[in-house]
């Protein structure tokens, strides 16, 4: 089993940033896919962003330039740093991670972009 829990999101104004973090507990050797999704009022979770090493990352069209994903293999934690925040970027953000086959979800953690 693996435990995810995520912090770091909130209320932030147009333009503003945001890092969100995940850490990863549990019993598992290695983590093979660490990402973010999100998921705003009505419409269907996407994914905004994944990564498998440093040089393997993948974005969405929608926050390409403006989100880095990174992560930290020796704290199982995964990092979402958003830039240049916009309204529509408004939705819960999801930790994702992939060990062996099975994808694991945390709780979700609310991102509001208002002025």
């Known amino acids: 089993q693996v435990q995810l829990v995520e912090s770091g999101g909130g209320l932030v104004q147009p333009g503003g940033s945001l890092r969100l973090s995940c850490v990863a507990s549990?019993?598992?050797?290695?983590?093979?896919?660490m990402g973010w999704y999100r998921q705003a009022p009505g419409k269907q979770r996407e994914l905004v962003a994944s990564?498998?090493?440093?040089?393997?990352?993948n974005y969405a069209d929608s926050v390409k330039g403006r989100f880095t994903i990174s992560r930290d293999n020796a704290k199982n934690t995964v990092y979402l740093q958003m830039n240049s925040l916009k309204p529509e970027d408004t939705a819960v953000y999801y930790c994702?991670?992939?060990?062996?086959?099975?994808?694991?979800w945390g709780q979700g953690t609310q991102v509001t972009v208002s002025s």
């Open positions: 994702n991670v992939l060990v062996g086959t099975r994808a694991y």
């Open positions: 990564i498998i090493s440093s040089s393997s990352t």
């Open positions: 549990g019993s598992f050797f290695s983590i093979r896919v």
